[in-house]
């Protein structure tokens, strides 16, 4: 079992800074992409920012320049620095990890959530 935790949201004024955390924990044997996606009501869920195993990253068009996506591989631990946040920023942010838990089998694994709230 792979357990993922989030942390770092809240309420923020827009051109405001925030920064998440996420670290991966359990049975991992190998940890391929860690990423972050947002989700608001009515809509899907959106990748926000994904770093691989190389520390290759992508970004979606909406945050480049804005979001820095960046990891900690000793500590299975994955940032996502958010500067210059816009309403429109608001959302749940959910962390996802593709995992393998032994040489065999790999799954992803999603955080609970963590809230981002962009207003004056």
């Known amino acids: 079992q792979v357990h993922v935790v989030e942390s770092g949201g809240g309420l923020v004024q827009p051109g405001g800074s925030l920064r998440l955390s996420c670290a991966a924990s359990g049975q991992i044997f190998r940890i391929w992409t860690m990423a972050w996606y947002r989700q608001v009501p009515g809509k899907e869920r959106e990748l926000v920012a994904q770093i691989d195993s190389d520390s290759g990253t992508d970004y979606v068009d909406s945050v480049k320049g804005r979001f820095t996506i960046s990891s900690d591989n000793a500590k299975n631990t994955v940032y996502l620095q958010m500067n210059n946040l816009k309403p429109e920023d608001t959302a749940v942010y959910y962390c996802?990890?593709?995992?393998?838990?032994?040489?065999?089998?790999?799954?992803?694994?999603w955080g609970q959530g963590t809230q981002v709230t962009v207003s004056s």
């Open positions: 996802n990890v593709r995992v393998s838990i032994t040489i065999q089998y790999t799954y992803y694994y």
